[in-house]
Nanobody
Framework: QVQLVESGGGSVQAGESLRLSCAAS????????MGWFRQAPGKEREFVAR????????YLAGSVKGRFAISRDNAKNTLYLQMNSLKPEDTAVYYC?????????????????WGQGTQVIVSS
């Protein structure tokens, strides 16, 4: 089991940047595929990015490709989401999630563990 705690959210202007972090408990962080999801008010939770167990395999949703980057530091048990050129439509609660199985999926229902979320607000 792993516990996840996100941080780094806040309120910014369009075009600015934020870096989200997700701290994981335990010594087994490296066995999980990790993902970032977001949920805007009145909308379903949507996939943002995922990274493989050792960080070499990343995939980003089309809406954030070229602006966001996902990475992880297994020595620090931490997942990151670097968000650049933020847009008002990026406003949402951002969640990190851990997947025990080693396969690619954008389905939030497949992920096993979730953090509590961190709010990102982007003003125009």
């Amino acid at each position: 089991q792993v516990q996840l705690v996100e941080s780094g959210g806040g309120s910014v202007q369009a075009g600015e940047s934020l870096r989200l972090s997700c701290a994981a408990s335990g010594r087994t962080f490296g066995i999980y595929v990790m993902g970032w999801f977001r949920q805007a008010p009145g909308k379903e939770r949507e996939f943002v990015a995922r990274v493989g167990r050792i960080g070499g395999s990343t995939y980003l949703a089309g809406s954030v490709k070229g602006r966001f980057a996902i990475s992880r530091d297994n020595a620090k048990n931490t997942l990151y989401l670097q968000m650049n050129s933020l847009k008002p439509e990026d406003t949402a609660v951002y969640y990190c999630a851990a997947l025990r199985a080693n396969y690619f999926t954008t389905d939030p229902g497949s992920y096993d563990y979730w953090g509590q979320g961190t709010q990102v607000i982007v003003s125009s």
